[in-house]
């Protein structure tokens, strides 16, 4: 998933307007070495800076640093991150040997065109670092994370203007979005199973009609299960909530990854998709476990079978071929 840093400049006053902008944009952290107890007072915020106490060590922002120097400050149990400008081959090799070791490293480069960060990044693409690229304005941080045939995994965002920092959280949240193959399966079994405990998932999202979370009882295949986002005669719509199956099922995450619907609190995240397969992350409000009448639903698709049980309500809806919601009763 792509990220974004800050670093804001000039007074407090000028680097606390381009902070709250950034957090009133989702992104929560700064780079800044002289404020760290002011800007906490703002939010809930992770520094980075040359501090023993911020919450990422930076290294490398006054001097080159060395894969020795990072090892020493991880093993005070700090994440670090380390500055390098490139300037020549001998800064390209110090990058790929920073790449194995250190958590973050941020790239500058004076000039792209001369020092060419695309094939530094494509050089870098198997390690354990994550590369930013430190970068001035919206439209080089747009570069760095689109363009690129091997963007970058975040930017640091040098500036204190509003505006860029506002267009930046709109580009991360859009790039940000992960993209699944939705196939067609034809529904071969709908019976009631008695009763059991489903979970609701009430995000802090508002989903539009044809869109809902992936939810199964197998983890190689899961159902659409559409949002609450219709109006219907007995109950008002709530489009915040997808009323997602049974405790056991499994629920799609950011990542690529899979949770059951009993582990979900407050805060975790999820991911929602519409029927064109895009994804993105939604925060958990509040996840209800309540005893209910379950219903299991099974599914084919080129002679895999798939399953699911949903409340048996007629507010549960699944996606047809079309992209059209249909209730399971």
């Known amino acids: 998933m792509k990220f974004a840093w800050v670093r804001p400049t000039g007074t407090w006053n ?27 007072e703002l ?24 894969v020795e120097d990072v090892k020493e400050a991880q093993s005070k149990d700090k994440e670090v991150a380390v500055y390098v400008e490139i300037n020549n081959k001998e800064d390209e090799l110090l990058v790929s040997k920073l790449g ?39 439209e080089e ?43 067609e399966a034809t529904v071969t079994k709908v019976e009631s199973v008695g009763l059991g405990d489903r979970v609701c998932v009430d995000t802090c ?13 197998f983890a190689s295949g899961l159902f659409m299960v559409h949002s609450e986002s219709l109006e219907s005669e007995y ?13 056991h099922a499994y629920v799609m995450t950011p990542g690529n990854k899979t949770r059951y619907l009993s582990e979900l609190e407050a805060g975790d995240e999820v991911i929602t998709i519409n029927t064109k397969g895009e994804a993105k ?7 209800k476990i309540e005893r209910r009448p379950l219903m299991m639903i099974e599914a084919e698709n080129n002679g895999q079978k798939i399953k699911t049980l949903v409340q048996n309500a007629e507010t549960i809806r699944l996606v047809s071929e079309k992209g059209e919601p249909i209730s399971v009763s």
Do not use: C
């Open 14 to 40: 000028d680097r606390k307007d381009a902070i709250v902008s950034a957090l009133e944009s989702g992104i929560d952290n700064i780079i800044d070495f002289d404020n760290s107890e002011s800007i906490k």
């Open 43 to 66: 939010g809930n915020v992770k520094i980075i800076s040359d501090k023993e106490n911020s919450d990422i060590l930076l290294l490398g922002n006054d001097e080159k640093v060395s």
């Open 100 to 138: 194995t070791v250190a958590d973050y490293v941020i790239l500058k480069g004076k000039n792209w065109k001369v020092i060419p960060l695309e094939n530094i990044i494509a050089s870098l693409q198997n390690r354990s670092s994550k590369i930013m690229v430190d970068v001035p304005n919206y």
């Open 141 to 183: 941080a747009k570069l760095a994370l689109e363009t690129m045939e091997h963007g970058s995994d975040g930017v640091l965002l040098s500036s204190n203007d509003a505006n860029e920092i506002r267009r930046l959280g709109s580009l991360i949240e859009k790039t940000s979005k992960e993209i699944y193959e939705l196939k």
């Open 205 to 217: 999202s508002i989903m539009e009609v044809g869109e809902g979370m992936l939810i199964g009882s």
């Open 235 to 247: 109950v008002a719509s709530r489009p915040f909530r997808v009323n997602a199956g049974a405790v």
């Open 281 to 287: 992350t939604a925060i958990i409000g509040r996840s």
